[in-house]
């Protein structure tokens, strides 16, 4: 099904933009949440009782959506956007973790890490800037903390390189480092089955032109050893390695936006005009993803009425 807006977060930018979009009259939409519960933030981080104020840290906002968002606490506030989503028959999917946008002739294809995929005109990406990489449960040496990645950033050519992981990004990952330097990668099962098509293509070709692999064993711990990255494998196999990257699970936003080509500025804040839409054409970004320190969840919702008005008028054009 090809929808007009997608959105990617449950937090409060992404309710705002769908309770807009709603109250606009934009009724084909989708929000996404990468968690089992909206507004994981708040959920997880804000103690029982935790004040939430609409003029965060001063900061008067006279807001001009159709939310009526007032002082409260973090139940009071839970509640709120819960009974909005439910009165306005929002479409939610959780446990559906946005893993990339692209955009081609002009509509969006927009790919979970579940791998769910869906199509729409517009999208709103409303991450948060609390999404972080998940890390393994085996300790880590800190000696060698800057050879230890969760993206490939800082991956070089002439490095031994070890791509831990069997999602989309881990195969992508190992994928684009075969061409520029040695490099395995280590999935703990044998069959990789959340990946998608293209990928799976990938991977293939990958394998046969250089990619080495380690499937089917875990790793059972990492150490340093004369300043180079010890990998023990459950198979009781040890090998060194130059820089390990871990892709198990878990987006960091800055990682998030310049995968789907939206430009950041040095602090990693979402370059956006003023209806807070990226340089890709019709993807918006919502939310404290457009801020250096922390956001406003009242200015977050003013965002979402401007970048909805903006849809509103483009779809009816």
Avoid at 46 to 70: N, S
Avoid at 129 to 155: A, E
Avoid at 283 to 293: Q, R
């Amino acid at each position: 099904m090809r929808y007009d807006v997608i959105i990617a977060g449950a937090g409060p930018g992404g309710i705002a933009s769908a309770i807009e979009c709603k109250k606009m009259g934009i009724e084909n939409i989708l929000l996404l949440e990468k968690t089992d519960n909206i507004s994981s933030t708040i959920r997880e981080y804000y103690k029982a009782g935790k004040r939430v104020d609409k003029d965060y840290k001063g900061q008067v906002v006279t807001l001009k959506g159709h939310i009526d968002f007032r002082d409260g606490n973090r139940e009071s506030t839970l509640e709120l956007f819960e009974n909005l989503l439910a009165e306005n028959h929002v479409e939610l999917k959780l446990n559906s973790e946005v893993d990339s946008v692209v955009s081609e002739n002009g509509i969006f294809s927009v790919r979970c890490s579940n791998n769910s995929t869906y199509e729409a005109k517009y999208v709103i990406v409303a991450i948060g800037k609390m999404g972080k990489p998940n890390k393994p449960s085996y300790p880590l040496p800190m000696s060698l903390r800057k050879k230890i990645n969760f993206n490939i950033n800082d991956c070089q050519s002439g490095e031994k390189i070890l791509v831990v992981g069997g999602g989309n990004s881990a195969v992508e990952y190992a994928i684009s480092l075969t061409s520029l330097t040695d490099t395995t990668l280590n999935y703990r099962k044998s069959e990789f089955s959340r990946i998608n098509d293209e990928n799976a293509r990938g991977l293939k070709s990958s394998l046969e032109s250089g990619l080495k692999s380690k499937f089917g064993i875990d790793i059972a711990s990492v150490a340093d050893v004369d300043s180079r990255l010890r990998v023990t494998f459950s198979d009781e196999s040890s090998e060194d390695f130059d820089r390990i990257v871990y892709a198990i699970g878990g987006v960091a936003p800055v990682d998030f936006l310049k995968k789907c080509g939206v430009n950041v500025d040095s602090h990693g804040v979402a370059l956006c005009d003023d209806n807070k839409e990226s340089n890709v054409e019709n993807l918006f970004v919502v939310g404290d993803i457009l801020f250096k320190n922390g956001g406003s969840i009242a200015i977050s919702m003013n965002d979402a009425h401007t970048i909805v008005s903006e849809i509103k008028k483009r779809l009816h054009s």
